[in-house]
């Protein structure tokens, strides 16, 4: 991983991390987690296996310090990996496809992937604090919707924030014809 990748995942991940903690929970001790979006907006930016286990693993980490889930210490530490790969897999049989396409479904997917790991992990080791399938239908389906939203309009932004900072870098702008091809 390269100092450019690693500080974007680390200063994403750090922004997923503040909005984690200070998201409320909207049912039953559950709440959107802005750190799997920002997760797969590291994936969909082009991680490598290798990369992917370190943002996987690491959002597992951070997500258990800021949890209010019963078990959920231990079931995002199981959830983050499975679902960081799953992401990365998504992103290879798509990687022919427009990312306008392809960074609602990996996010949208993704989310109820996580959600799904998330409940059967916790119900392992706690007891849920409802039925897994009203948890799916009250909090992962509307968590879904809102990472989808904040992938969707963050990555697009993001992309185009790494490309002008890639054109410094070489020393000079971008001229509007290289803009618009890109």
């Not at 889930?69 to 790969?85: L, R, W």
């Not at 992103?91 to 306008?100: A, I, K, Q």
């Not at 790991?117 to 968590?143: C, D, M, N």
Request: glycine share 10%; hydrophobic share 55%.
């Amino acid at each position: 991983m390269n100092l450019r990748k690693l500080l974007t995942a680390a200063l994403l991940l750090g922004v997923g991390l503040v909005l984690h903690g200070l998201t409320p929970p909207i049912l039953l001790g559950m709440r959107p987690d802005f750190l799997l979006a920002m997760m797969f907006m590291v994936i969909i930016s082009g991680a490598n296996p290798v990369e992917t286990l370190a943002v996987g693993l690491l959002s597992g980490i951070l997500t258990a310090l800021t949890t209010t889930f019963p078990g959920g210490q231990i079931a995002n530490m199981i959830d983050k990996p499975v679902t960081a790969f799953f992401a990365f897999g998504l992103c290879l049989l798509l990687r022919r496809v427009h990312p306008v396409v392809k960074v609602p479904v990996v996010a949208f997917s993704g989310t109820l992937v996580s959600g799904a790991v998330f409940l059967g992990s916790a119900a392992l080791v706690a007891r849920l604090p409802g039925s897994f399938a009203g948890l799916i239908l009250a909090v992962v389906l509307p968590a879904a919707v809102v990472n989808t939203v904040a992938v969707s309009v963050l990555y697009p932004a993001m992309r185009k924030v790494l490309e002008g900072k890639q054109d410094k870098a070489r020393g000079r702008a971008a001229t509007p014809t290289e803009s618009v091809r890109r």
